[in-house]
């Protein structure tokens, strides 16, 4: 598979405490969020492969980053998407309806449990 280390260090240090793994293709940064199409360099025969192997049921996607490689890859394998939001996520609208840091975590946390398979 082509790809590189998530460009946040904190999902490297989640899926090493939870015993998981990341992977974040080449082409799906936040910076190219508005792309709507699968960049060259993702192998998506490859991870839909091991995502199978793997029997892979939920894939998290970050909302900044368009969600069409995740839904896509989600649709292959049978799985469903579940989100994973950064503070950096919150619009103006958002923060002004009162959702915030714990808000996001709060909701994050819901996420890892159902994709975690945790109680």
Known sequence: ???SQSESSAHTVLATGTGSSTFQPNGARPSQASSNAAKPG???AAIVRTSRRL???HVFVEP???PRLAETLAREIGASTLPLD???GVSRERAAA???YVELME???ASLRTGLGCS
Do not use: K, Q
Request: aromatic residues 0%.
């Open 1 to 3: 598979m082509t790809g």
């Open 107 to 109: 909701a994050n946390l």
């Open 98 to 100: 009162g959702t915030g």
């Open 55 to 57: 029997h892979v049921t």
């Open 42 to 44: 993702i192998d998506l």
């Open 64 to 66: 900044l980053v368009s």
């Open 86 to 88: 950064p503070i950096e």
